[in-house]
């Protein structure tokens, strides 16, 4: 069985500042290490199980934060950006078997961590889509589901775990921390590490019966920037429109078409 493991940093064990996400800042390096440990975590409990071949991509910032040295022999690492449509690498494609997603974070305008964000945080305050509050969550699922893989598991905070819950019911979640104002409230990343490794190996029984969600048949897509001038550049993209100075509308029944949409105004 094949599976693809996506990682970020935000909503790893014990990570609770900006700082802390951004390699330039001293602070950055214990934290790069975490990520790397908990992807190591997801592998380990992956191979456990059954898994023949694991797939591990480095989703945060360039790409280039996961230490390779440190994952299991077996595991395989996607480093650097590959300017594919978002949520759609090159190598992502139907063969796998279940996506799992690791270190993840509440989506730009809500309240479970204090780096919650949706891309990119210095331009998108709110990402609505269909009426409903998205993150970086829901626009990878909706990705692997639009290729005909489940998503079977998600670690971060609490809020990213309970939205996890909302758009893929019955998903496997490991919660790392809650977030309180500009702080957090956090799991050891020891327990965190054993959490996702069991989680994992149950991801691979779990992936035998799973489904990916039915996609909509239409999505409306309303982005809402911090700043008008993004707004009023993005609205030139075809087919989008501006709702407000800040918020942009685009309509399409092909998720495909919104990922790219997403990836030339986001």
């Not at 700082?19 to 602070?27: F, L, M, V």
């Not at 690492?77 to 090159?90: A, M």
């Not at 919660?175 to 994992?200: C, D, R, W």
């Amino acid at each position: 069985m094949k599976f693809y493991v996506l990682c970020d940093i935000e909503g790893v064990a014990s990570l609770s500042c900006w700082d802390e996400a951004r390699s330039a800042n001293s602070c950055y390096a214990p934290m790069a290490r975490e990520m790397t440990l908990e992807a190591a975590a997801a592998a380990r409990g992956l191979f456990s199980a059954g898994a023949d071949e694991v797939i591990i991509e480095d989703g945060h910032g360039d790409g280039c934060n996961i230490d390779c040295a440190l994952l299991p022999k077996g595991a395989r690492l996607l480093r650097g950006v590959t300017h594919d449509i978002v949520g759609l690498t090159g190598i992502f494609d139907e063969s796998y078997d279940g996506m799992l997603m690791v270190g993840f974070h509440d989506a730009a305008s809500a309240s479970g961590n204090p780096t919650s964000h949706t891309m990119v945080s210095s331009r998108i305050f709110r990402l609505m889509v269909n009426g409903a509050l998205w993150g970086e969550f829901e626009v990878s699922a909706h990705a692997a589901a639009y290729r005909g893989v489940p998503t079977l598991f998600a670690s971060g905070d609490e809020g990213l775990c309970a939205a996890a819950a909302r758009a893929v019911p019955g998903i496997l979640t490991v919660p790392t921390k809650s977030g309180h104002g500009y702080g957090v409230l956090t799991k050891t990343p020891e327990l965190v590490q054993e959490e996702i490794e069991g989680m994992a190996a149950r991801a691979v029984a779990a992936a035998k019966t799973a489904k990916p969600p039915v996609l909509p048949d239409h999505f409306h897509v309303e982005v809402t920037y911090l700043h008008h001038y993004d707004a009023y550049g993005s609205s030139h993209y075809p087919g989008a429109s501006l709702l407000s100075p800040t918020t942009v509308a685009f309509d399409a029944d092909d998720y495909g078409e919104v990922l790219r949409f997403f990836y030339f105004v986001i």
